[in-house]
């Protein structure tokens, strides 16, 4: 199995004058390797779970998209993730952000 960051789709069910804000700062944080960041090592998603089961994987992806997202943009509150492994082992997801 294989994550490629740049994969990760953000969905809103709402719409108000800040959503492509949100967006594009969800977007960042989404694409950004954990470590890579120079003055915040703990930006960005942390894919050490690559290589584990599926379900596994999934589970500790959206605890992962889950806790940053909490951390990075408060803004953002996230309905559902939906993911998707395509049959060349490549997990996609989709986060869907809700206002309430």
């Given at each position: 199995?294989?994550?490629?960051?740049?994969?990760?789709?953000?969905?809103f069910d709402y719409a108000d004058g800040e959503v492509a804000d949100i967006k594009r700062c969800?977007?960042?944080?989404?694409?950004t390797p954990e470590g890579t960041c120079?003055?915040?090592r703990e930006f960005g998603l942390n894919t050490d779970f690559v290589g584990m089961p599926i379900d596994v994987?999934?589970?500790l992806f959206a605890v992962e998209i889950q806790d940053k997202t909490d951390r990075?943009?408060?803004?953002?509150?996230i309905k559902t993730i939906n993911f998707t492994a395509t049959?060349?082992?490549?997990?996609?997801?989709?986060?869907v952000i809700t206002n309430g």
């Open positions: 199995m294989t994550i490629d960051l740049k994969n990760i789709t953000v969905a969800l977007e960042t944080l989404y694409q120079p003055l915040d994987a999934k589970n990075y943009e408060p803004r953002a509150m049959s060349d082992g490549l997990l996609k997801a989709e986060v």
